[in-house]
């Protein structure tokens, strides 16, 4: 059995540690320090009055009980959407993009005062801005336009959202990714334009090489028509008696001096002299 003391010995260890938590909770309950991360801002709110000022990176001693600390994550953050527009030629078209923002370090503080922390700025802020600034640009352009002019598009609807988003302490970075999704038939439409493009400029190159081939063919022709027509003029009476005269010397000089022989009954006749009378 145990004894009396033993048992109020256990009995009190209950009582202690409950002090213990007490006094843990109430000492970080009064703590005045306060550490601000690096990324973030901390954000003041004294009996929920907001201050102005933010706190900075570092080490902060603030009032318990009075002051308390919102901390406010200013890197950069992504917020991807998709969303449906009409073209300029109302075609209906599925944008989807991503955009790259972070708040304004010096302007948390009124950013949280009028909407609150970042996950608030992205849904009630960010979203709605993105679907309104994109169907505004998106109705300045055709369908097709939007395909071909994919970067004018783009830096446009970065445009006005760094406008419509800078009032509310919103940086933004850089809007990416931006795709658009046809329906069927104009995905159709499209394609039947770039293979009837692609045959045409076929066509035009084809008439192009034909054009050069019968250029060349022509040029080709009038050159040996001038090249014979001068082969002509130099070809004189005096130009054909001296090649016949070359002919008949290289002949002379092939002869070996015999007379060729003949076969047969009679003999060849020789006519010595043919211009004198014959002898008496």
Sequence with gaps: MYSSSSSSRFGALPKIAV???AVIVLISMINPVRIVQSGTRGVITTFG????EPLGEGLHFVMPFVNRVHMIDVRLQKNEGKGVAASKDLQQVAVSAALNWRLDPALVAQTYQAIGNENAVASRVIEPAAQESTKAITAQYTAEELVTKRTEVSSKIRDALEQRLKRHGVIVDSLAAVNYDFSAVFDKAIEAKVEAEQKKLTAERDLERIKVEAEQALAKARGEAE??????QEVTPELLRLKQLEN???????WDGRL??????GTPFIQLN???SSAK
């Design 227 to 232: 090249s014979l027509k001068a082969k002509r």
């Design 274 to 276: 043919p211009s004198g």
């Design 248 to 254: 008949e010397a290289d002949a002379i000089k092939k």
């Design 49 to 52: 009055k907001v201050d102005p």
């Design 19 to 21: 002090g213990v938590v």
């Design 260 to 265: 060729p022989h003949y076969t047969g009954g």
